[in-house]
């Protein structure tokens, strides 16, 4: 954390000079958007091309230059007192900045975004969290964080919540871990991680399970990347066999999304493989289907004409074309046709079996 | 758990012996509509009249009469091998039953929500589950719980998770507790809990976090309420200061909702007071403001038409015109105007020493 409030204040006394020396100050922020990202699938992430937006101290840009030097001071003071906040808490606290304060979220929002590419590292590292739940993890873990109160070490055994598990907090920096799993597997829908769960299935197969209820929060994508990168183990995603399960929920999880390029070096999971529910699972499985929706072909195509990471990948290519000839999905659930447990008799032992099965 | 089994069994036997007597066999179940409720303070839920609906086995009423006999030999399967199922896996089980088979969830929705009212006990006690997220807990609270694995008891200490918390499992129905605590706080925000959870506060209050994330679940509902009845104390609610947080999220938590009144008996939490965002806070506070949404004016309006929680309570409704008449709502991040922690060090304590300022 002392990196964070290092740059800060670099970056702080290099405007303060450069005003007493009566010299323009300025600051500078890649910009945020998909026509300046490139995609390598050796990195694994939507990376930014070089493209700097930059910001001089002028007449006119004097309440936003006065906002993000705002911003780096309340951040400064996060970490120093170990506090945490909203993106919304932030957005309140300005109402007392006098004239620099903000008259909408969206405008703290995007000063927030800006000052996060500045340093080129993730919110969550500035103090700033989302309000939203992380996801949920049970099996073969121990989860290292410090008691808030004490500031003692705490050992957080996710093998022994029972029906119950770990709630994944917003801020997961300093978290460590301490595993024997062979992989995670990450689960779209919350009822389905409940079932693999209510089976000790992270028991059987060595492994732990992170519910993600639908597309994971950054928390959530953070928290595997970590766990995966720590352990050095891989993360078998999921999913429905549908568009969004595989673009919205697959591909943010391992590569991270357009419009957040910035921190998808962050956030990404290069680890990630699908094992969800595929096009040809349904035909192999006999599995009942629903018709595509409008959203579900406009999604692939849009894909099909803008997303590096379908670009770079052949056998997603195949997998979409296929689900657009079917016109069909079908969701994880669905495996209930055969049984409630089919899902952990037979499955996902034959997926995790079949490594040619495997989507990239 | 055997309750459950010995109630589908007598109706089971009941059929089989008047079809076999070649009588005309029945099932019935409560109307399941706003006018067959009605709100007794006393008890503290919307409660069903008489009325019932029959549905006797003739040619044309066949095929849901089967389903229901299916659903309920799943349910008695379920709760018999302790295994769970969500709404949409059980309506994906029915995909193996011939011509009795759902051709849409809604169909078996209906069918579960009949067998409910039917036996009078919520779903999770037949085995059925809801596939959402039941909210997390934080404090000084001991969750019992087995391990699935091996049966064994499993003490859940909730002030061991560091900066995360426990997760709250669909089915709670076999929790228990040991709790020293003076009251649960059920808040409505991920995010300000994570800042009372972050700052301990639990600890120095003496009690136990809950974040419902907006209008809290059925897992979450049925876990403050058996909460608050097994360790007796009260249930304070914190929420933005908006019609939906009296409403939907306030409302729903203490008496339940009209048109799920079959179960309103197991999920109402009649300990509930409510110390969130009054009216009179927007100006005692002078807290930052935004207008009403037109669906806000109009949860109000109709609120004062149908709802026979607010023609009880005359405090709701002087509270509801109050908003009304303002114009203005506000969030409970909107204290953050006077330091992220006002919450902490203010505003929770003023509200919770000064019992007049409560909403029941």
Redesign the interface.
């Known amino acids: 954390m002392t990196d964070t409030i290092k740059k800060i204040k670099e970056t702080a006394q290099n405007i303060f000079s450069k005003i007493k020396k009566k010299q323009k100050a300025e600051i500078s922020a890649p910009v945020r958007s998909l026509n300046n990202v490139i995609y390598n699938p050796k990195d694994g992430y939507f990376e930014l091309k070089g493209k700097l937006k930059k910001r001089t101290l002028t007449a006119n840009t004097v309440k936003t230059f006065a906002q993000t030097l705002r911003f780096m001071a309340l951040s400064k003071n996060l970490v120093e007192t170990d506090?945490?906040?909203?993106k919304?808490?932030?957005?309140?606290?300005s109402?007392?900045w006098g004239e620099a304060r903000f008259k909408e979220q969206a405008e703290s929002d995007a000063v927030m975004d800006d000052i996060e590419a500045m340093f080129g590292t993730n919110r969550e590292q500035l103090g700033f969290?989302?309000?939203?739940?992380g996801g949920?993890v049970a099996g073969e873990l121990i989860?290292i964080?410090?008691?808030?109160?004490t500031g003692k070490e705490?050992k957080?055994d996710c093998t022994?919540?029972?029906?119950?598990?770990?709630?994944?907090?917003?801020?997961v920096e300093n978290?460590k871990f301490e595993t024997k799993a062979k992989f995670v597997l990450a689960i779209e829908?919350?009822?389905m991680f409940?079932?693999l769960?209510?089976?000790?299935y992270w028991?059987s197969s060595s492994c732990i399970l992170v519910?993600m209820?639908g597309v994971p929060t950054r928390a959530c994508r953070r928290f595997i990347r970590r766990l995966s990168d720590d352990a050095n183990i891989p993360v078998f995603v999921f999913t429905d066999g549908d568009p969004y399960g595989f673009l919205n929920i697959y591909r943010t999880l391992k590569v991270g999304s357009g419009n957040a390029a910035h921190i998808n070096e962050f956030f990404c999971v290069p680890k990630a493989r699908f094992i969800g529910i595929t096009p040809q699972d349904i035909i192999d499985y006999k599995l009942?289907t629903h018709p595509l929706k409008e959203v579900d072909i406009k999604r692939v195509k849009d894909g099909f004409k803008n997303d590096p990471f379908i670009h770079e990948h052949k056998l997603w290519q195949k997998a979409l074309k296929d689900i657009l000839k079917m016109g069909k999905r079908a969701?994880q659930?669905?495996?209930?046709?055969h049984?409630?447990?089919f899902v952990v008799s037979n499955y996902l032992p034959e997926k995790l079996k079949d490594e040619k099965s495997w989507l990239e």
């Not at 969290?129 to 739940?133: F, G, L, R, V």
């Not at 659930?333 to 046709?337: D, E, G, P, T």
């Open positions: 506090d945490i906040a909203t919304r808490e932030a957005y309140y606290v109402k007392n969290i989302a309000d939203e739940h949920s989860v964080d410090k008691d808030p109160n705490l957080i022994k919540f029972g029906s119950g598990s770990y709630s994944i907090p917003s801020d978290l829908t919350n009822g409940e079932r769960n209510k089976h000790s028991k519910s209820g009942p969701e659930q669905a495996l209930a046709k049984g409630l447990n």
